[in-house]
């Protein structure tokens, strides 16, 4: 399997995506405490640039769009997508990329984003590629920035 390829076909799981997080305590335990912990530890102000690897349908995203920053979702599914900017809906801090490897290829210049946050997605890249992707959102974070993330 190529680096660019998915293994999973997030596509068709959008439309239950929201619902199975919600009802799924045993994978999915404490999901909106564990999305808030990581609002929390990475604690943001109004204008703050935010970066959100695998945006899936937003649900982390959103938060940080509640607290006035501006974020960019990568996610390589675009019917996810398609749910997040529809929860977005005109918050003009959103900005919503289909991305095929969000992790791998993000982009943006280098030093961009005072923030880099993921949860629940690191996990779906191959175990050979995690250090090229920790590089990756080492390179498009400000020096000085901060990063969160949450893995099953």
Not at 65 to 92: E, H, Q, W, Y
Not at 131 to 145: A, N
Request: glycine share 8%.
């Amino acid at each position: 399997m190529g680096e660019n390829e998915k293994t999973w076909d997030f596509d068709s799981w959008a439309d239950q995506y929201d619902e199975a997080v919600a009802s799924d305590f045993q994978l999915y335990a404490r999901y909106d405490e564990v999305l808030d912990f990581v609002v929390e530890i990475v604690n943001v102000i109004p204008r703050t640039r935010v970066l959100d690897i695998g945006t899936g349908t937003g649900n982390l995203a959103l938060r940080y769009l509640d607290r006035g920053a501006t974020v960019v979702g990568l996610d390589p599914s675009r019917k996810m997508l398609a749910k997040a900017i529809k929860k977005a809906g005109d918050n003009p801090g959103a900005e919503l990329r289909k991305v095929v490897a969000p992790f791998l290829h993000i982009p943006y210049p280098d030093d961009y984003f005072d923030a880099v946050v993921s949860t629940y997605a690191f996990h779906h890249i191959p175990h050979r590629l995690k250090l090229s992707s920790v590089y990756e959102m080492i390179r498009v974070l400000k020096p000085g920035g901060t990063w969160g993330y949450w893995e099953i």
